[in-house]
């Protein structure tokens, strides 16, 4: 049972991870309907900011990660001020295409700039410090993103019920044209999403890269695995993010330690690939995901 | 270079006013035809190895662009069909094992494995067709995006036929003791077994241009483009929808599997992450700077995105003194992401966009010259052909 409670604890903080990664990803999709394939480098960037602030420029942990913040969301504005801006009313692919150019951009100068690979991540804590309680293991590293997550979400939730930027942001989601016709400016509700994504997206890379003694250059790839996250929870729902990321976090982690002895012919890897599975399973039920808006089709 | 092989010939080639007729597009194709031909003969095996790879991933772009850019289904997962080809290939033509553990092999004729890669990719093309019935747009390409993922999982397991993590061995192409890997000589004149390869690639990709080219112009290719515009009024209009996706799953499957058996073939070896998503994304990549829904843009697109980066590979290498301490793989990378972006932010339909628009250009001129009107700009149904997955909001 102990055994089983770690797991669950080990699952919960990978899904966590995936949460950020997947709420960067939705917040950018609800805003422009836009799959944004540069996610994955902006954790990357964030993560090695923040690593050669602690040990190449001796910051605070604090300042390194805020300093990353800074600029991942610079390089977001930009990027969003320059290039998207232009591609407005452009087909969504090309749309798509355009921050795989960007992901290929980031990735490459990420590795000129530090092209000695692997780098101890920036962190607060020892790596094996933490809580004992029963004969389980609560990694302080795993409470704190756990706890960073859902801080992120509360201010998320604050930003979008309360504020007068969110309610904006929700409105453009809901219906672009009546939004302008009410006079929100779409080019701030654009800006502020890539510019919020980003900085999750920092913070996401940031305990990424706190999950490991060391990374490299490929910390970017795990992106790609909070794709099942946000197909999962539905690509436009925000809750669907976090609960698609914790879904998917249980299931490899769960799926890793028992599918050995349950169904072991299935191989050593299967837990790569079941995420996946489960996805392509619930999109056979609900093509929109658990929380996603069914779209009406007009012709 | 063999960048401006193709560069005569839009897709309209077949329409009265095509090119083929004029002077000026016979000029140019035979133009390209030469510097094909002197790239053949004097290339070397360093830029016909890059020509050679490159005509393998036209065939596959083809394939892709039958799928998303004709039918408009988004798919990133053509790398794990070109896998399925490839390992048919390979478990259909490979010597029978010799040591235990080695990998099967049934060492039947190329006549029958390059075909055989194509059909059994195309029946999985039918396996995952259906589930594009269900699912639409992003969902759908990031379904095809776990397909490369549990590919890569399958690929390594089944060790039978692929030989696990450290791959395999391919079969060559040949018949009976000819084989395009080895050097032989041809009516006197010998040739080396990248020229031999070229003539291979150059048929087996101009055989599926002209049959892609020929089915989009049939009433199943305006069927396909009525779903890719516009699905619930393509239905409306009484186009099957179910058969439509169908078939473009299977061809481009088709052609996926053969380009698939060809790559693995080529080098003689493939592990189970050659056929990986960065190589997926690549032929996306291809397809939207090529152009969309374009035989010559799929062909245009893989020169550009397999053929340039090996291109600026080769000439920086001869220079290699001058780039400062910074590996030039990674600078390749970081300009090649930038013509990414350019190539979409400042020429959305594509090179194929670009060409008939230097067309264009070429007749005002000429029509100035003659003294008559200036030609109006007639906007063709064909350049307009743009992947509108959901219009976009932005």
């Known amino acids: ?299 | 270079m063999s960048a401006s092989a193709p560069v005569a010939t839009p897709a309209q080639a077949a329409a009265p006013r095509g090119s083929l007729r004029s002077t000026r597009g016979r000029a140019l194709i035979l133009a390209g035809l030469i510097m094909l031909g002197l790239v053949f003969l004097f290339g070397g095996d360093t830029w016909l190895s890059v020509l050679d790879y490159t005509l393998v991933a036209a065939i596959a772009t083809l394939g892709l662009n039958v799928l998303t850019g004709y039918a408009g289904q988004i798919s990133l997962g053509i790398t794990f069909f070109m896998g399925v080809g490839a390992y048919t290939a390979a478990w259909l033509g490979g010597d029978p094992p010799v040591l235990k553990g080695d990998p099967a092999g049934l060492g039947l004729s190329f006549l029958i494995w390059l075909p055989a890669a194509g059909i059994v990719a195309a029946l999985a093309g039918a396996l995952i067709g259906p589930t594009a019935l269900r699912l639409k747009g992003f969902y759908l390409g990031i379904v095809s995006l776990a397909l490369v993922f549990i590919g890569y999982y399958l690929f390594l397991n089944v060790r039978g036929i692929t030989g696990g993590a450290q791959g395999r061995s391919f079969p060559a192409p040949g018949f009976g003791s000819f084989s395009f890997a080895s050097p032989v000589p041809v009516f006197g004149v010998q040739l080396t077994s990248n020229q031999l390869y070229f003539l291979l690639l150059l048929v087996v990709l101009a055989v599926s241009s002209v049959f892609v080219g020929n089915v989009m112009r049939s009433r199943a290719g305006r069927a396909m483009r009525a779903v890719r515009d516009n699905e619930a009024g393509a239905a409306i209009m009484g186009v099957n929808l179910f058969e439509v996706k169908m078939g473009a799953f299977i061809l481009s499957s088709f052609l996926a599997g053969v380009a698939g058996a060809l790559l693995a073939s080529y080098p003689g070896f493939a592990a189970p992450n050659t056929w990986n998503l960065v190589l997926s994304i690549q032929f996306v990549a291809a397809i939207l700077i090529g152009g969309v829904a374009s035989v010559w843009g799929s062909i245009l697109g893989a020169v550009f995105v397999f053929a340039l980066p090996q291109v600026l590979e080769t000439l920086s290498q001869t220079q290699s003194a001058s780039s400062g301490g910074i590996a030039s793989g990674d600078l390749n990378a970081i300009i090649y992401g930038a013509l990414i972006i350019a190539f979409l932010l400042f020429e959305p339909a594509g090179m194929i966009g670009l060409i008939r628009r230097g067309q264009m250009l070429l007749r005002r001129f000429d029509d100035r010259r003659k003294g008559g009107q200036p030609a109006r700009v007639v906007a063709s149904s064909e350049s307009e052909s743009q992947l509108d997955v959901e219009s976009s909001k932005l």
């Open chain 1, 1 to 299: 049972m102990a055994n089983f409670i770690q797991l669950v604890f080990a699952g919960l903080s990978l899904g966590c991870i995936y949460a950020l990664v997947a709420l960067g990803f939705t917040i950018i999709f609800k805003a422009s309907e836009v799959i944004n394939f540069a996610q994955g480098e902006f954790l990357l960037v964030g993560a090695f900011i923040a690593s050669a602030g602690v040990f190449d420029w001796h910051l605070n942990f604090f300042v390194a990660v805020l300093l990353a913040i800074v600029v991942t969301v610079l390089i977001a504005l930009a990027f969003e001020r320059f290039a998207l801006r232009r591609m407005i009313g452009r087909p969504v692919f090309s749309i798509v295409m355009i921050t795989i150019g960007l992901d290929v951009i980031l990735l490459h100068g990420v590795i000129v700039k530090w092209p000695q690979g692997n780098r101890s991540p920036a962190t607060p804590f020892q790596f094996v410090s933490g809580i004992d309680i029963g004969g389980v293991h609560f990694g302080a590293t795993d409470l704190a993103t756990i706890a960073v997550t859902f801080a992120v979400c509360a201010i998320l939730y604050v930003f979008f019920r309360y504020t007068r930027y969110g309610l904006a942001m929700r409105a453009t989601a809901l219906d672009q044209e009546a939004a302008l016709a009410i006079g929100i400016n779409i080019r701030t509700v654009y800006a502020l999403a890539w510019g919020i994504a980003a900085a999750i997206a920092t913070i996401g890379g940031v305990f990424l890269a706190m999950n490991q003694p060391t990374f490299d250059a490929t910390l970017g790839g795990i992106a790609l695995a909070a794709f099942p996250a946000i197909i999962l929870g539905g690509l436009d729902s925000i809750p669907g993010a976090v609960v698609g990321g914790i879904v998917i976090g249980l299931t490899e982690v769960l799926t890793q330690a028992y599918q050995s002895s349950f169904a072991g012919f299935l191989g050593t890897n299967f837990y790569t690939i079941a995420p996946y599975l489960l996805m392509i399973l619930i999109l056979l039920v609900r093509p929109y995901g658990l929380f996603g808006t069914r779209k009406v089709e007009r012709v």
